[in-house]
């Protein structure tokens, strides 16, 4: 009877595919409030969301994602738990407020001005007006450039906390302008945030898998390195790491991908917050 009720949901799970237009990926939950094996986001999140300690990841097929919800682990899947990096999602025409991008932005400029984000000097918020993740507080960060690689760029960050949340933000950023940096600093925003609030679990969702890789993967490599890529550069955007792997130091913070534009409330919100930063007079 189980290897019938297994090949059921084997071919329950092909048919959906089959439906949806192509090949999908298996959202795998070992821990939250039903463990298996989910085809949407939204089914995944329904089970871990504010679940004390969710484990859950994304697999490509179905036999690695109930080799994890079993726990017996899969050839890549060592170091991932609990990093769900959703799939890229259509062009981000509004972060760069519909100009087209520039090729090469990285290499607009040589450096970038050191920007220090100052521990904040707010007063306590209520932690019950934060929202959860387990024991993580969430909060969506973006960032956007007008004319992003121009002369006359101008670039803006936002910090979403919640409907009406006093740490929502939305500012200018300082220094150079461009869309990387702003998604950087945004995040450093965030974190500057956290800390003055003593949050020392951060559930951070972005859009931009440039910062998420990049603090995650490559400025270990860059610091062992001397600040220099693979090639041999100088690291462009080095001082915005530098500072974003200085606040990160004593927090737990969960990094979360998610598409950009694509109907998440939170990212949709930050995303109004950093367009209204860019209109603002640089500090």
């Known amino acids: 009877m189980t290897r019938l009720l297994g090949a059921v949901r084997r071919v329950a799970l092909a048919a959906v595919r089959c439906r949806s237009g192509g090949l999908g990926m298996f959202y795998a ?27 859950f990841k994304k697999f490509a097929t179905e036999e690695e994602a109930w080799a994890f919800v079993r726990n017996s682990g899969s050839p890549d899947s060592k170091g991932q738990e609990d990093k769900l990096v959703l799939p890229e999602s259509q062009a981000k025409a509004s972060k760069r407020c519909r100009e087209p991008p520039a090729v090469g932005e990285e290499n607009v400029e040589p450096r970038a001005k050191h920007v220090k984000q100052e521990e904040e000097a707010a007063p306590p918020v209520d932690k019950d007006t934060f929202s959860y993740m387990g024991e993580y507080v969430v909060v969506y960060t973006d960032g956007c450039c007008c004319g992003n690689g121009r002369r006359r760029a101008r670039a803006g960050i936002g910090v979403y906390w919640g409907p009406g949340h006093p740490l929502n933000v939305g500012m200018r950023l300082p220094g150079r302008q461009t869309n990387q940096r702003a998604e950087i600093h945004a995040a450093c925003k965030a974190i500057a945030q956290a800390r003055a609030q003593n949050i020392t679990k951060l559930a951070l ?25 693979s090639t041999g550069k100088a690291v462009t955007n080095k001082e915005d790491f530098m500072e974003l792997d200085r606040l990160v130091q004593g927090v737990d913070v969960r990094w979360m991908h998610v598409p950009g534009h694509s109907g998440f409330v939170g990212n ?16």
């Open 29 to 55: 939950v070992r821990r939250g409030r039903k463990a298996g094996v989910f085809l949407t986001w939204d089914e995944c999140r329904a089970q871990v969301d504010r679940f004390p300690a969710a484990r």
């Open 205 to 229: 969702y972005t859009d931009s898998m440039f910062t998420i890789n990049g603090i995650t993967s490559w400025v270990q490599g860059w610091k062992e390195n001397g600040w220099r890529t």
């Open 268 to 283: 949709e919100a930050a995303d109004r917050l950093a367009r209204e930063g860019a209109k603002q007079a640089e500090g």
